[in-house]
């Protein structure tokens, strides 16, 4: 299947999130961001596919959808399975773009879930996400958990677990490419188990299934959650 493309904005959009595709990043950034896609990234985007895998790996065209998909590493690991149907969603041009440049098996939609018109996009099996999340306020933390149940059942979200590796993380990016600096804000937080049930509390209609972390280095590094829509 030929990469499809569907454009739910019809803008362009360009934000600080240009720097995962931009080639003119400066050296310091560079060196950051190659440490931290094949040494952290790498090893949560693979146990994030192999979770969505295993949860369904007994059924046929499984649907489903990335959102602030970035560079999808992820799909691009689900979407080699011969039983899933592979959506992807971001809202930054240079990322679509870098996307659409590519041979991949999966279909590019141009959309913001954080907006009324989730429902536009079709009915999905599972929704997911890795890295997007934690850069939410606590309004938008609410409204992307209600849109993407709105298109599926269950979901699947991974977020940078709490710990002093995130903190230098957030430092040493401010130093190296400060015209990103709006990526680790005010909004950017960390999490542990205390703080998702939290969250889950005050959403009466989802159901937490179950949360682990991820190790690198000895230390917690990433924390998945799954979650489901309660039936009436």
């Known amino acids: 299947?030929?990469?499809?493309?569907?454009?739910?904005?019809?803008?362009?959009?360009s934000n600080d999130w240009d720097y995962l595709v931009n080639k003119k990043n400066?050296?310091?950034s560079k060196v950051f961001n190659f440490f931290v896609n094949y040494f952290i990234l790498?090893?949560?985007?693979?146990?994030?596919?192999?979770?969505?895998?295993?949860?369904?790996?007994?059924?046929n065209n499984v649907k489903i959808i990335e959102f602030g998909c970035g560079r999808a590493t992820t799909s691009k690991i689900l979407s080699k399975?011969?039983?899933?149907?592979?959506?992807?969603?971001?809202?930054?041009?240079?990322?679509?773009?870098?996307?659409?440049?590519?041979?991949?098996?999966?279909?590019?939609?141009?959309?913001?879930?954080l907006k009324n018109n989730i429902y536009k996009i079709g009915d999905y099996d599972i929704s997911f996400s890795s890295g997007t999340f934690e850069h939410f306020n606590t309004t938008q933390r609410k409204i992307y958990l209600q849109n993407i149940m709105k298109i599926s059942r269950y979901g699947i979200i991974a977020v940078p677990a709490e710990n002093i590796l995130w903190k230098i993380a957030s430092y040493v990016r401010f130093f190296t490419d400060k015209k990103n600096k709006s990526i680790w804000d005010d909004n950017f937080q960390s999490y542990n188990f205390k703080k998702i049930k939290k969250i889950f509390k005050s959403l009466n209609n989802f159901s937490l299934i179950e949360m682990r972390?991820?190790?690198?280095?000895?230390?917690?590094?990433f924390l998945i959650f799954e979650f489901k829509k309660k039936f009436k």
């Open 1 to 13: 299947m030929n990469t499809n493309y569907v454009d739910f904005e019809n803008k362009n959009i």
């Open 26 to 28: 400066n050296l310091l």
């Open 42 to 59: 790498k090893i949560i985007n693979k146990d994030l596919a192999k979770i969505i895998i295993k949860n369904f790996k007994k059924k």
């Open 81 to 113: 399975k011969k039983n899933i149907q592979i959506s992807v969603m971001d809202n930054n041009d240079a990322i679509i773009n870098y996307l659409k440049k590519e041979k991949n098996n999966f279909l590019i939609i141009k959309g913001d879930c």
């Open 213 to 221: 972390y991820t190790y690198n280095f000895g230390l917690k590094t």
